[in-house]
């Protein structure tokens, strides 16, 4: 008997009590049982904002350079002041975010979707085909995130939709597939041999019904610590791409380049150029990774009074 | 048992100590509380108690009675952020321990008083020998040096009946089974001469025959070396053959208290009343209708002042409105009842239920299940050293189960039970054999035809914690077969049918927008069973369906399935270790041990003469809740353990351990014979 035990009956088991019929709001709901959680939402939000309407929000073009005030420190005029070639660091963070957001959060989604779904399925089958999946999951695994990424864009021609650039977005979402799909792996196989599982599996559902109205929802904790934390990684390799020449290139606004590009050369001089979008990449991760727990707590029914 | 042979005294005796004529332990209106988020829950109210020196003294009680955290508050192991002892006092061996600081408890804890948890599986740390952990406290406490903490460590084995100690103490946990698992924790326990032991549920993840055992070790040792033992458990059998005194605990409070003998003859509480007549006996003839305490234990965290008890008692007067005292009884026990002089008046006795009792006429119709020679083999393999076996889960097991009737299969942990019940719900495959469901073979038949007999056969899982998915409401759960088989259409339709099975189990219909968590255990076992029955079935795996509900659940649980039973004409697999809950339901009964059939008999000919030795052993093992009978009988305790399944013995798997075994027994397998008309038996003695 554990020391919880004493209390479990203590949960709410009134018969009697009608639960009072209401519009269920679930935004309203979040936002009180998680304000956490809400402020994140809120940060993520403005990053949104300013990524769609980057023109109306960006005091500066990103792109006009302004040989009058270079490496300019923050002021009145320049917010975050200016780079080496006297662009406006907080307009090229403004715009920034839109391929933050784009790239990071999309490539991180696919990706950690797709390795949930595999890892997920390798539980659920098991044997021979658990096998093959693992094996090949081993494969991917050997390269580094980076290396496999670099082989992605080189291998496909580049691919851009609404000028969004899909090819870098396989790439980085192809790394992260492997490595959730270890994690999720491990949850599942212990939601595999829940009883419940069992029931449904006694009750004759198809596969695809079992995986995903019986197990994903019980292994999307782990599936959400990935994902978020896989977001900071993604905006990072995009930035290591744009690095090689093979992502976005200047003079794009995107926050990895401007921490890998001239930067490195004038920190000394002029810390803000650095400092500034390390806070931007640091904020969203950290937004993130602070509403996907919110979010994993509030998908949680036990966590419920 | 002839184990305890502990030829010198190991520690001095306790009546030569100056005031030992004061009680061991006394524990002084104690009061312990939780401080959760959901508000400060009360789970010990006033409870006062003492032990003397040498006693056993059962604390009985449903889950969240405040029974373990009366335990634990003894032994100040509560969460230190959450719990606290507000009031009260706990005075041991002359000292306060409530007032004691951390250091002065540790010192008590382990070499004064020791604790012995349920699981024996995971009180053991799974990367240290055995020996170590025995040495560790001799160590810590006694300040023993290595080779004398080694002497010691093999005596402690010994007095608790391992036999060569000296190779066990270099072995690890799961070299050993559960139940030797457990003696080296009763070793552990008193390694250092404790003066009291207390045993939180020590028997209860124990089977039947290995239960019998440790508990008479437990009182023995007791006995011989005068420790005191607060014994913790929900099973009133082991109470009635082990416990001096009985405290019965109720939500937080002491119900009742008093000798054992008394209690059991002379209950002056309902509750303790209505506890002993709730569970199954096999000591009893067979009631038609089980009776049962309606209701649920109340709400800890919003206590009212009346009665706890009022709610649920069919005695209730408007002078229950207030709280009673511990009253002082006629038979010197203490009653937390304003009505206990009526009670003992006669004046006031259990309504029987009577109701219909199940019909076991018998049956001229073909069969829903039938099940020939059927078998299954793992093969496992593992270590570094690539050893692989087969291990023989279930071996030629034959048996029908014809419409409305209830088959119950008993056995130990590890007879293959569960495997039976899963090879007919198709979730392994069978080795061989055949499986047929009206009419259909279920190893040759057509999809069409597997799909169908899925909505046919259903399962009642054991735990009613985990058969439920925790992401999906009450409604969502019973409703989804609904939907996938489309038995309605619509979500209106749907939601009157989820309706209709709630109100079918007991449950009100508001209940499906509650997700399980919200739900007490039988709550939840309740809507496993509306899940079942939302299919439709014809024919219910009921896979230890009661064995993990407190007592005056179960009972509640078992009448519900009787209940369906008649109503849906359903048939029925139980599959149970509790030897009174499987006489209670089934008309006949299957009896397996090491993956094969033993006896197969109506449950009145296995009950009242079976011809098994295994059969007789099991049912002489069972405790049943009488003290009289219980210290009346001498228990012929089976010997040994279960074989291992990599090294099975020959011939009979029972020659092993049973009483009658002889050359031939381990030479010849036994085949399962018709002995008497309708009685099979798989035994060459009999």
């Given at each position: 008997m554990t020391i919880a035990d004493p209390i479990l009956p203590v949960v709410p088991v009134t018969e009697s009590a009608p639960a009072p019929s209401r519009q269920p709001n679930r935004f309203m709901d979040f936002c009180r049982q998680q304000p956490l959680g809400a402020v994140s939402f809120v940060i993520i939000f403005m990053m949104m904002f300013a990524g769609f309407f980057s023109p109306l929000v960006a005091p500066y073009d990103p792109l006009a350079i302004d040989f009058a005030s270079l490496l300019a420190p923050p002021s009145a005029d320049h917010w975050c002041g200016t780079d080496a070639y006297g662009r406006d660091i907080c307009s090229r963070l403004i715009y920034g975010s839109r391929t933050a957001l784009v790239i990071g959060f999309t490539s991180s989604f696919v990706g950690s979707s797709v390795g949930a779904i595999l890892g997920i399925a390798s539980a659920y089958f098991g044997g021979k085909i658990d096998d093959w999946i693992q094996r090949f999951?081993?494969?991917?695994?050997?390269?580094?995130?980076?290396?496999?990424?670099?082989?992605?864009?080189?291998?496909?021609?580049?691919?851009?939709?609404?000028?969004?650039?899909?090819?870098?977005?396989?790439?980085?979402?192809?790394?992260?597939?492997?490595?959730?799909?270890?994690?999720?792996?491990?949850?599942?196989?212990?939601?595999?041999?829940?009883?419940?599982?069992?029931?449904?599996?006694?009750?004759?559902?198809?596969?695809?019904?079992?995986?995903?109205?019986?197990?994903?929802?019980?292994?999307?904790?782990?599936?959400?610590?990935?994902?978020?934390?896989?977001?900071?990684?993604?905006?990072?390799?995009?930035?290591?791409?744009?690095?090689?020449?093979?992502?976005?290139?200047?003079?794009?606004?995107?926050?990895?380049?401007?921490?890998?590009?001239?930067?490195?050369?004038?920190?000394?001089?002029?810390?803000?150029?650095?400092?500034?979008?390390?806070?931007?990449?640091?904020?969203?991760?950290?937004?993130?990774?602070?509403?996907?727990?919110?979010?994993?707590?509030?998908?949680?029914?036990?966590?419920?009074? | 048992m002839t184990v305890v042979e502990a030829d010198k005294d190991v520690r001095g005796r306790p009546d030569a100590q100056p005031g030992a004529t004061a009680p061991l332990l006394q524990v002084e209106d104690l009061h312990t509380q939780f401080h959760t988020s959901r508000g400060i829950v009360r789970a010990v109210e006033g409870v006062s108690f003492s032990v003397d020196r040498g006693e056993v003294v059962a604390i009985v009680g449903e889950s969240g009675s405040g029974k373990s955290v009366t335990a634990l508050s003894i032994m100040r192991l509560l969460p230190r952020l959450t719990g606290k002892i507000p009031q009260g006092r706990v005075t041991f061996d002359g000292r306060n321990l409530l007032d004691l600081d951390d250091e002065q408890m540790r010192e008590i804890r382990g070499r004064d008083i020791s604790m012995i948890f349920q699981e024996p599986m995971t009180s053991l740390n799974p990367i240290l020998t055995i020996g170590l952990q025995i040495k560790e406290p001799l160590q810590i406490h006694l300040g023993m040096s290595d080779d004398e903490a080694q002497a010691r460590a093999i005596e402690l084995l010994n007095l608790v009946g391992i036999t060569d100690?000296?190779?066990?103490?270099?072995?690890?946990?799961?070299?050993?089974?559960?139940?030797?698992?457990?003696?080296?924790?009763?070793?552990?326990?008193?390694?250092?001469?404790?003066?009291?032991?207390?045993?939180?549920?020590?028997?209860?993840?124990?089977?039947?025959?290995?239960?019998?055992?440790?508990?008479?070790?437990?009182?023995?040792?007791?006995?011989?070396?005068?420790?005191?033992?607060?014994?913790?458990?929900?099973?009133?059998?082991?109470?009635?053959?082990?416990?001096?005194?009985?405290?019965?605990?109720?939500?937080?409070?002491?119900?009742?208290?008093?000798?054992?003998?008394?209690?059991?003859?002379?209950?002056?509480?309902?509750?303790?009343?209505?506890?002993?007549?709730?569970?199954?006996?096999?000591?009893?003839?067979?009631?038609?209708?089980?009776?049962?305490?309606?209701?649920?234990?109340?709400?800890?965290?919003?206590?009212?002042?009346?009665?706890?008890?009022?709610?649920?008692?069919?005695?209730?007067?408007?002078?229950?409105?207030?709280?009673?005292?511990?009253?002082?009884?006629?038979?010197?026990?203490?009653?937390?009842?304003?009505?206990?002089?009526?009670?003992?008046?006669?004046?006031?006795?259990?309504?029987?239920?009577?109701?219909?009792?199940?019909?076991?006429?018998?049956?001229?119709?073909?069969?829903?299940?039938?099940?020939?020679?059927?078998?299954?083999?793992?093969?496992?393999?593992?270590?570094?050293?690539?050893?692989?076996?087969?291990?023989?889960?279930?071996?030629?097991?034959?048996?029908?189960?014809?419409?409305?009737?209830?088959?119950?299969?008993?056995?130990?942990?590890?007879?293959?039970?569960?495997?039976?019940?899963?090879?007919?719900?198709?979730?392994?495959?069978?080795?061989?054999?055949?499986?047929?469901?009206?009419?259909?073979?279920?190893?040759?038949?057509?999809?069409?035809?597997?799909?169908?007999?899925?909505?046919?056969?259903?399962?009642?899982?054991?735990?009613?914690?985990?058969?439920?998915?925790?992401?999906?409401?009450?409604?969502?759960?019973?409703?989804?077969?609904?939907?996938?088989?489309?038995?309605?259409?619509?979500?209106?339709?749907?939601?009157?049918?989820?309706a209709d099975l709630l109100e079918n189990v007991g449950l009100r219909p508001e209940m499906a927008e509650r997700y399980p968590h919200q739900l007490s255990g039988g709550q939840r076992q309740r809507v496993g069973i509306a899940r079942a029955l939302a299919m439709e079935p014809s024919f219910i795996v009921c896979d230890e369906a009661v064995s993990a509900l407190d007592v005056s659940i179960q009972g509640q649980i078992i009448n519900l399935l009787e209940e369906l039973q008649r109503k849906f004409r359903l048939a029925y697999l139980f599959i149970a270790h509790d030897?009174?809950?499987?006489?209670?339901?089934?008309?006949?009964?299957?009896?397996?041990?090491?993956?094969?059939?033993?006896?197969?008999?109506?449950?009145?000919?296995?009950?009242?003469?079976?011809?098994?030795?295994?059969?007789?052993?099991?049912?002489?093992?069972?405790?049943?809740?009488?003290?009289?009978?219980?210290?009346?009988?001498?228990?012929?305790?089976?010997?040994?353990?279960?074989?291992?399944?990599?090294?099975?013995?020959?011939?009979?798997?029972?020659?092993?351990?049973?009483?009658?075994?002889?050359?031939?027994?381990?030479e010849v397998i036994p085949p399962l014979e018709e002995k008497r008309p309708g009685h099979f038996a798989a035994c060459i003695k009999v």
């Open positions: 999951v081993d494969i991917l695994l050997a390269f580094p995130l980076i290396v496999l990424a670099l082989v992605v864009v080189a291998a496909f021609r580049k691919f851009s939709v609404g000028g969004v650039d899909v090819n870098l977005i396989v790439a980085i979402a192809i790394p992260i597939i492997p490595r959730v799909a270890r994690v999720v792996r491990a949850a599942a196989l212990s939601v595999r041999v829940a009883p419940y599982v069992d029931a449904a599996r006694a009750a004759g559902y198809s596969h695809t019904r079992i995986i995903f109205r019986h197990m994903a929802p019980n292994v999307v904790a782990p599936y959400l610590i990935m994902l978020t934390a896989f977001i900071a990684q993604a905006i990072l390799a995009e930035a290591s791409l744009s690095f090689l020449g093979l992502g976005v290139t200047e003079p794009t606004a995107a926050w990895g380049l401007m921490l890998s590009g001239n930067a490195a050369d004038f920190y000394r001089q002029a810390p803000w150029m650095i400092l500034f979008p390390g806070i931007a990449i640091s904020l969203a991760v950290f937004a993130f990774n602070l509403f996907g727990d919110s979010l994993r707590d509030f998908l949680d029914p036990r966590f419920k009074v | 100690p000296e190779r066990r103490l270099d072995q690890y946990p799961h070299q050993f089974s559960g139940g030797m698992r457990q003696r080296v924790m009763i070793a552990i326990g008193l390694a250092c001469n404790p003066k009291l032991i207390i045993a939180d549920e020590p028997t209860t993840a124990l089977d039947v025959t290995i239960q019998a055992q440790i508990l008479e070790l437990m009182k023995n040792l007791s006995r011989k070396l005068n420790i005191a033992l607060i014994i913790i458990t929900h099973n009133l059998g082991v109470v009635a053959r082990y416990a001096d005194r009985v405290i019965v605990m109720y939500a937080a409070r002491v119900a009742e208290q008093g000798p054992a003998e008394q209690l059991f003859h002379k209950p002056r509480h309902p509750y303790t009343m209505g506890l002993l007549r709730s569970v199954p006996r096999l000591d009893h003839p067979r009631g038609s209708k089980l009776e049962t305490i309606e209701g649920l234990p109340p709400n800890l965290a919003n206590v009212s002042t009346a009665c706890r008890f009022a709610p649920r008692c069919p005695f209730r007067i408007p002078v229950c409105e207030q709280e009673p005292p511990l009253y002082p009884t006629d038979t010197g026990s203490l009653s937390r009842c304003h009505r206990h002089a009526e009670i003992a008046e006669g004046k006031i006795t259990w309504s029987s239920l009577g109701g219909v009792g199940l019909n076991f006429a018998a049956n001229t119709e073909a069969p829903v299940l039938s099940v020939r020679h059927l078998t299954k083999h793992f093969s496992v393999s593992g270590g570094l050293r690539g050893a692989s076996g087969t291990v023989r889960a279930v071996e030629d097991v034959s048996f029908d189960i014809y419409p409305g009737e209830t088959l119950g299969l008993v056995g130990e942990s590890g007879c293959g039970k569960t495997t039976v019940g899963r090879l007919i719900l198709r979730l392994e495959e069978p080795s061989a054999g055949e499986i047929h469901f009206e009419g259909v073979n279920l190893s040759t038949g057509s999809a069409a035809e597997l799909k169908a007999m899925r909505r046919k056969v259903q399962v009642i899982f054991q735990d009613p914690y985990s058969s439920l998915n925790p992401r999906m409401t009450v409604g969502q759960i019973i409703g989804e077969p609904l939907h996938v088989y489309k038995i309605v259409s619509g979500r209106k339709q749907n939601e009157e049918r989820v030897l009174a809950v499987v006489r209670h339901i089934s008309a006949r009964v299957v009896v397996m041990y090491f993956g094969r059939v033993m006896e197969i008999a109506d449950r009145d000919v296995i009950y009242g003469g079976s011809l098994h030795p295994y059969t007789k052993v099991l049912l002489d093992a069972a405790p049943v809740p009488d003290p009289t009978i219980e210290k009346q009988r001498e228990p012929r305790l089976i010997k040994g353990e279960l074989p291992s399944h990599l090294a099975p013995p020959t011939g009979c798997v029972f020659n092993t351990r049973c009483p009658l075994a002889s050359q031939e027994c381990r």
